[in-house]
């Protein structure tokens, strides 16, 4: 709609400018122009002066108002994109918590098992390898807790206990790893802290 309109006033302007053009053209052939034409001719061309300006007054706010739309939509596809990639993320992490007792539960199975050469077990062990590939390609890391400082961003402290053998506020156990995906805590690791 802007374009049609831009067009219309340029092509009304391109004909005023044509008759301001025949008005000098006609003057420049008369050698003694009469003073009332010479009125006429001025007149007329002030007019033509004043629709030209009014043209462009007209075209420069169309362009300012497509640039407006331009940047307004520009804005409105970078929020999009940022809330879809926010949702992404979302559904991530979901997915994850999902997948995680799976993981404990294959660890747990694997901890237990008395024969680590039955091939069984040697499959489960394939199984639980290809678990953890795929979720490190996912950008999924498992929290370091066992010897680290008690942090409460990545840890969970379900116990404490007194020991003079290792640090205050260090971890000496943990009863369930914790991950991250990307750089936001996924699930806490649960701890057993030294006092």
């Known amino acids: 709609m802007a374009d049609q309109e831009k067009e219309i006033l ?72 940022k809330e879809k990639s926010q949702m992404y993320a979302v559904g991530a992490k979901d997915v994850i918590e999902k997948i ?12 237990v098992a008395e024969d680590k050469e039955d ?24 929290i370091e807790a066992v010897g680290n400082e008690f942090n409460p961003d990545f840890h969970n402290a379900v116990m404490h206990v007194e020991d003079e053998t290792v640090g205050e506020n260090i971890v000496v156990e943990e009863f369930q790893k914790g991950y991250m995906y990307k750089d936001s805590v996924v699930r806490h690791s649960m701890v057993k802290v030294a006092n």
């Open 119 to 142: 091939p069984f077990v040697q499959g489960m062990e394939k199984i639980y390898k290809q678990f953890l590939t795929a979720l490190d390609g996912m950008g999924v890391k498992a």
């Open 100 to 111: 995680l007792p799976i993981v404990d539960n294959f660890e747990r199975g694997l901890d």
């Open 10 to 81: 340029e092509e009304e302007m391109e004909q005023d400018l044509s008759d301001a053009e025949e008005l000098k053209e006609e003057e420049t052939e008369d050698e003694e122009p009469v003073s009332k034409e010479d009125k006429k001719a001025a007149k007329k061309q002030a007019k033509l002066n004043k629709k030209e300006d009014s043209y462009k007054e007209k075209i420069d706010q169309l362009e300012d108002r497509v640039k407006r739309q331009m940047a307004e939509f520009e804005n409105f596809r970078n929020r999009t994109d």
